[in-house]
């Protein structure tokens, strides 16, 4: 069996929540000198082989490699294509553990979805030291099932279980600070895809506001709603920016006033490290959001309202009760803010 030096093999899903997390922690490996290969499913094939490239040409191709899992989710499906996913998870771990009997990592560090549990097994199999980094504030099914074969537990935020690292995020959001401008500016997101309710209910809330015409409102969405919110701000008088898609999310939570969004563990995250204030609508049927936004809210950065139930009445007294005092604004900010160590952190546990 041969074994590679000083290699750490990064294995992650194929979302932007897993894969960017897990590449921030690559980097700062291969600043350390060391060899790492990093193992995605087909949706991440692209940003890791973007990763490759840049480190291949850099280090003349001794910093980095790649491998594409052939593996899906198993939750939320029908009896036979659970099956399937069972199927290619079994037939991909197979395959590493083969793999490994002729070049061995000496190290398994795993950022979730399924596609990282064949190489924590084929790891565990061969007695590999094995980490594993939860996003959530709670623990998701694919590293529900991949617990059994992890020694080392690291968590984006303090559940009680696990060793406490926080989650990385890119270094715009890092060398970010809360410097709201003087007019009032609500950051209203949804995640890549929106959110219904928030395009359902916000409109109307605001319209409802005093002293509404001081307000900026930043209303990301889908693109087929584009048109109607534009429509529906600038008829209650309303300075907006209704877009698909933030390019600099960093400098516009850096400028919010307060951010009304679902709670997806990068975004809330992302507010703790910069330190906005936050009205958190988490998606109902997720109990990962909910167990983020619980989480963020328990230190008084931010508030959370119900999807259940939410109309404008209801989220424009809780606007009405927050923008009305901005001092009460501003200590919200502070106590939002986390300081956020999550690469060099998770990095020192894998390299120690």
Known sequence: MEQTVKTIWIATGGTGGHIFPALAVAEELVKNRYFVHISTDARGKKYIRDFYRAHWLDAGGMAVNYSVIWASGVGAKGIIQQAISLFKIMMSTVFLMTRFIFKRPTKIVAFGGYSSVPPLIAGWVWRIPTFLHEQNAAIGRANKFALPFVKTL???????VGIYTGLPVRDDILNAKHEPTDE???????????????????????????????????????????????KKYSAIGVKNNVVTFIRDMAGELSKASL?????????????????????????TVNPDQVANAAAFVKDGGGIVLEQKGLTGEKMAGALEGLISKPEKLAKMAEKARVPNEAVEKIAQIVMS
């Open 154 to 160: 690291m968590t984006s935020f303090p559940i009680g």
């Open 184 to 230: 009032i500016r609500l950051l209203v997101t949804g995640g890549s895809l929106g959110a219904k309710i928030l395009d359902d209910v916000m409109p109307g809330a605001v319209a409802m506001l005093k002293n509404n015409k001081k307000l900026f409102v930043i209303h990301q969405t889908r693109p087929e709603n584009m048109e109607k919110l534009r």
């Open 259 to 283: 951010v009304i969004s679902r709670a997806g563990a990068s975004t809330v995250v992302e507010m703790q490290t910069i330190g906005v204030p936050a009205i958190l609508v988490p998606l």
